[in-house]
T-cell receptor, first 115, second 113 residues
Framework: AQSVTQLDSQVPVFEEAPVELRCNYS??????LFWYVQYPNQGLQLLLK??????LVESINGFEAEFNKSQTSFHLRKPSVHISDTAEYFC?????????????FGSGTQLTVLP | EAQVTQNPRYLITVTGKKLTVTCSQN?????MSWYRQDPGLGLRQIYY???????DKGDVPEGYKVSRKEKRNFPLILESPSPNQTSLYFC????????????FGPGTRLTVL
């Protein structure tokens, strides 16, 4: 079985400051890792994903996440946040051999960017 | 435009009054799923469907039913809603092959009085 822990339920940060949203997972086998973002009153959208290869993955809007196998982590970072980044962020994991059914989500981190 | 649509977006109902939340996708995805989102609990899967006429329970199926008669549609049925089903519901569909990136609908906020 796999599980995902998002260590912070709320992260307030000032505009243009850096931010890190933490995600740790538990799995006995290799995994695919995802970050989804949910803007207010919208559904979830895929932000970025790690499947294989380079452990550093980037999104089109400046976020990046690094897969760290030894620490079983997939933390999300952005060097300078904008007001428009205010949203809830979900980390998710599934195994490569598993089915679509076996996607497990964390409990979410609400990022609030303050002016 | 590729999308997942849900209706209604908001619904207030009373205990015991049957309701259906519709979900439709235009991406020809085999896999579809329903989640509920509650504060502090993230997303929990209610039911999923691997293809037409193939459905199965997720993590929290009690009190819900689904059907998959057509590939594009996957309605969620609450035959006798109760207040503990007050939640935000999301439908999702997925690419037919790995890594199964999920595409989500806009959500349905349900309140059961």
């Amino acid at each position: 079985a796999q599980s995902v822990t998002q260590l912070d339920s709320q992260v307030p940060v000032f505009e243009e400051a850096p931010v890190e949203l933490r995600c740790n997972y538990s799995s006995s086998v290799s995994v695919y890792l995802f970050w989804y973002v949910q803007y207010p009153n919208q559904g979830l959208q895929l932000l970025l994903k790690y499947l294989s290869g380079s452990t550093l993955v980037e999104s089109i809007n400046g976020f990046e996440a690094e897969f760290n196998k030894s620490q079983t982590s997939f933390h999300l970072r952005k060097p300078s946040v904008h007001i428009s980044d205010t949203a809830e962020y979900f980390c998710a994991v599934r195994t490569p051999s598993g089915s679509a059914r076996q996607l497990t989500f964390g409990s979410g981190t609400q990022l609030t960017v303050l002016p | 435009e590729a999308q997942v649509t849900q209706n209604p977006r908001y619904l207030i109902t009373v205990t015991g009054k049957k309701l259906t939340v519709t979900c439709s996708q235009n991406m020809n995805h085999e896999y579809m799923s329903w989640y509920r989102q509650d504060p502090g609990l993230g997303l929990r899967q209610i039911y999923y469907s691997m293809n037409v006429e193939v459905t199965d329970k997720g993590d929290v199926p009690e009190g819900y039913k689904v059907s998959r008669k057509e590939k594009r549609n996957f309605p969620l049925i609450l035959e006798s809603p109760s207040p503990n089903q007050t939640s935000l519901y999301f439908c999702a569909s997925s690419t037919p092959t790995g890594p199964y990136t999920q595409y989500f609908g806009p959500g349905t906020r349900l309140t059961v009085l």
